[in-house]
Nanobody
């Protein structure tokens, strides 16, 4: 049974930073694409960032939503079965519940759609005050 547990959310002032972590209990973590999505009140869940499965030849591929590009960084530690989201220069519009997601993958293609992920965490609240 796959379990994803997020941590690191909280309240921060605009311009500040937070680091989200997701611990995954999966078979072979490096075979899974990992993503972060978020959902603000009254809005649909949206893609934030993703890292592909890890290739022994080329590593992992990452991709970001335009709204967070240059401010957020996704990283994975296959030795610890964790994926992190470093969030800098936070804005009030980043306020949302952030979800970690995992999907088994056979290639290093990035996945931007929620439907491409099989497992989800319970979410962690991020609130950015102005």
């Amino acid at each position: 049974q796959v379990q994803l547990v997020e941590s690191g959310g909280g309240l921060v002032q605009a311009g500040g930073s937070l680091r989200l972590s997701c611990a995954a209990s999966v078979g072979t973590f490096s075979n899974y694409r990992m993503g972060w999505f978020r959902q603000a009140p009254g809005k649909e869940r949206e893609f934030v960032a993703t890292t592909s499965r890890t290739s022994i030849w080329s590593g992992s591929v990452t991709s970001y939503a335009d709204s967070v590009k240059g401010r957020f960084t996704i990283s994975r530690d296959n030795s610890k079965n964790t994926v992190n989201l470093q969030m800098n220069s936070l804005k009030p519009e980043d306020t949302a519940v952030y979800y970690c997601a995992a999907g088994y993958s056979k290639d290093t293609r990035v996945a931007l759609m929620a439907s491409e992920y099989d497992y989800w965490g319970q979410g962690t609240q991020v609130t950015v005050s102005s």
